[in-house]
């Protein structure tokens, strides 16, 4: 039997709620599967401030450092809460970023997947979804602006100043390159390549070393896009994407405007991973406005579980039922209240019932 230690750091706002549906289910596919997991909570975000004067403490670290892999919830406060906690202390500056640096998990994977059958979650007229929307959206997720030179201070005239680098070098570009045309060719061998080299010179060394890259897959096609239009055409035509590779900072606003075409961020999981090690973690933040109500929409939480068993304990089999699981509960009316704005025959469930019946669904299924 294998066994894997996966650390849990819970988070903030909905964090934990959801959290709690991702931990039902690691239990089930242990009673399915023949693998045994080492679940281990470790405190992180603002709760862990709060607790211990750390985002990220030094106990987390460890756990995290033993751990095969690590699921993360969303941390953060609300915008006032936040003003509590000092400037290089809070959540993201003081315990994500860290993390991510600390697994140089440079390639995160941000799958935006709507099938035709739940097309009416979407804001997209029927005609613009077409077929429906599958696009993996590949962000570049320790470089750039949010991990470049920063500093703030008062300028010869008296006037407080900021200054942030954004800062790639070829090498940094070159093996996150490698990880989208790979992508792009196990599926429909098109890659679209999000730029600004208009305007920023980082784009055009980005661009350089894609054009580079590209001669060592000539089945793959490259489609150079400017991220402003990119914006565009997520809303107007979704469906001209397959996989899209992007530097740091449009990756982390274009994977949240994928989550807004689909209908809620709450049905955007992702994957973040690194030479070493991996973690999984919803795309989106601690939801604070809907936090302790148990009406989170855990499928991105679920969905991040999805991506862990396939691609940190290659149970590929199973995180494909998991990801029908979910489907199927969707399928059969039942829905989070994020996703019933669009209006329709909905039933209303909450956070954790929408866990138990995604966990009956996966029960049902046959394990081999
Ligand atoms: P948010 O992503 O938390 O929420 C934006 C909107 O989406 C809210 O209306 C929220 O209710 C909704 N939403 C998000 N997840 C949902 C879910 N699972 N189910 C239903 N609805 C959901 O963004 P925000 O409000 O701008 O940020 C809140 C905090 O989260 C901030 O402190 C921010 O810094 C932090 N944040 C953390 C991460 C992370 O941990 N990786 C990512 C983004 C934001």
């Not at 969303?74 to 697994?103: F, N, T």
């Not at 997209?124 to 429906?132: R, S």
């Not at 070159?174 to 790979?182: N, P, Q, S, T």
């Not at 730029?195 to 350089?208: C, D, F, I, P, R």
Request: with cysteine; net charge negative; aromatic share 8%.
């Amino acid at each position: 039997m294998s066994s894997y230690k996966i650390a849990l750091l819970d988070g903030d706002g909905i964090g934990p709620e959801i959290m709690a549906e991702a931990v039902k289910i690691l239990k089930l596919v242990e009673e399915r599967n023949d693998i045994s997991f080492e679940l281990t909570h470790a405190p992180f975000g603002a709760n862990a401030f709060f607790e211990s004067g750390h985002p990220f403490p030094d106990a987390t670290k460890d756990i995290c450092d033993k751990a095969d892999a690590i699921l993360k919830g969303p941390i953060g406060l609300s915008h006032e809460e936040s003003q509590k906690i000092p400037v290089d202390m809070q959540p993201e500056r003081g315990a994500l970023l860290p993390l991510r640096r600390r697994y140089n998990t440079y390639v995160n994977f941000r799958p935006v997947y709507l099938p035709l059958g739940l097309a009416h979650f979407s804001p997209l007229k029927p005609e613009i979804i077409g077929e429906g929307i599958d696009i993996m959206i590949i962000r570049e997720l320790v470089g750039g602006l949010y991990f470049g030179h920063k500093e703030t201070g008062i300028n010869e005239d008296g006037r407080r100043y900021v200054s942030e680098t954004l800062e790639y070098t070829e090498d940094q570009i070159k093996r996150i390159m490698e990880v989208a045309f790979k992508t792009a060719r196990k599926r429909k061998k098109v890659l679209h390549n999000i730029h600004k080299s208009n305007v920023l010179k980082s784009s055009v060394l980005w661009n350089e070393i894609c054009v580079e890259v590209a001669q060592d897959y000539p089945d793959v096609e490259v489609i150079n896009i400017l991220v402003d239009a990119a914006a565009t055409y997520l809303c107007l035509n979704p469906g001209m994407f397959d996989v899209m590779v992007m530097e740091n900072m449009f990756g982390d606003i274009l994977s949240d405007q994928g989550g807004g075409i689909l209908g809620s961020l709450g049905l955007m999981p992702s994957a973040c991973i690194g030479p070493e090690k991996a973690y999984y973690e919803p795309s989106h933040g601690s939801a604070p406005d809907i936090a302790g109500q148990n009406i989170a929409n855990p499928y991105s939480m679920i969905g991040s579980v999805a991506m862990m068993l396939e691609m940190s304990f290659n149970l590929d089999a199973e995180a494909k039922r998991l990801w029908q699981a979910m489907q199927s509960v969707f399928a059969k009316g039942f829905s989070t209240p994020d996703l019933s704005k669009a209006g329709g025959d909905v039933k209303l469930v909450s956070t954790s019932d929408f866990g138990d019946m995604v966990a009956e669904e996966l029960a049902s299924m046959p394990t081999n």
